[in-house]
Nanobody
């Protein structure tokens, strides 16, 4: 079973960058697509970006496309979210999660398709 732990959040000024990490445990990590989501108080969890189990394909929400990049290193059981040109609207709790099914070629953008959620890491962007 995959377990995920996020890190790398913090306070940054608008226009700045942060790199979030998602560390995985479990021998089957490299079988699953990974998604990044974010949540702010009073709102539903929002898909940010994700990539396939082999890192070949990625998919992003419109709000972050061109600014955020998802990558993974299966040899180290790590997934990353590079966030550039941050905006105050990006302030949220960011979490990574693993798809419920292995070796999928489609990157899901709904939270119900994922499991093994991490506890999240807070990103705050000041204006």
């Amino acid at each position: 079973q995959v377990q995920l732990v996020e890190s790398g959040g913090g306070l940054v000024q608008a226009g700045g960058s942060l790199r979030l990490s998602c560390a995985a445990s479990g021998r089957t990590f490299d079988m699953y697509n990974i998604g990044w989501f974010r949540r702010t108080p009073g709102k539903e969890r929002e898909f940010v970006g994700g990539l396939t189990w082999n890192g070949v394909a990625t998919h992003y929400s419109r709000s972050v496309k061109g600014r955020f990049t998802v990558s993974r290193d299966n040899t180290k059981s790590m997934v990353f979210l590079q966030m550039n040109d941050l905006e105050p609207e990006d302030t949220a709790l960011y979490s990574c999660a693993a798809d419920t099914s292995p070796y999928k070629t489609t990157i899901e953008s709904v939270a119900s398709a994922y499991r093994a959620w991490g506890q999240g890491t807070q990103v705050t962007v000041s204006s």
